[in-house]
């Protein structure tokens, strides 16, 4: 008798346990954005997938668990509508006839915005210099779309625990 009631308060605390385990995992806010941006040395968030990838350069990518919350879905439709990103053109590629403006290297390559929503669908791609703001207005909305959802991305506690880049490469 004795056996089995201390075999049942065990039982009753590792049930209780694993309740209260299951009410602090975190499940994400609905999604009514589809985003899969691609940016900077292989960075990419895909809310699909519910994944942040950042590459570690000569390895294997390292990735984390990553979705947008509803005030954050807010605040980047708030800045695609703004900015008009359904108007942007598909591919954005700056020609300059000012030969005061010189390539920057490194190139970062080709950037990728898709967005889809109930109301919205567009992909943009864009190629720029790292650091090159060029006075014309396709490209300065594409930077400013990026800005916000990089900031979004960088202050999340999952993107600020990942390992560091390869220094080495850098």
Request: positive net charge; proline residues 7%; charged residues 20%.
């Amino acid at each position: 008798m004795k056996r089995s009631l201390i075999i049942l308060i065990f039982s009753g605390f590792l049930l209780s346990g694993l309740f209260d385990c299951t009410s602090k995992i975190t499940s994400p806010d609905e999604q009514r954005l589809s985003i899969q941006f691609h940016y900077g040395y292989g960075y990419e968030l895909n809310t699909v997938e519910q994944k942040f990838y950042r590459s570690k350069f000569y390895g294997e990518p390292v990735s984390t668990p990553m979705w947008l919350t509803f005030q954050e879905q807010q605040r980047l439709l708030d800045t695609l509508q703004t900015l008009a990103f359904q108007t942007l053109p598909d591919t954005i590629v700056p020609e300059f006839s000012d030969s005061s403006v010189a390539t920057v290297t490194p190139m970062l390559g080709w950037q990728r915005l898709a967005v889809q929503s109930k109301t919205l669908t567009k992909t943009v791609v864009w190629k720029l210099p790292e650091g090159l703001y060029a006075p014309n207005d396709a490209v300065n909305r594409i930077l400013r779309i990026q800005r916000t959802l990089r900031g979004i991305i960088e202050s999340k506690p999952a993107y600020q625990q990942l390992p560091e880049p390869n220094p080495l490469y850098l």
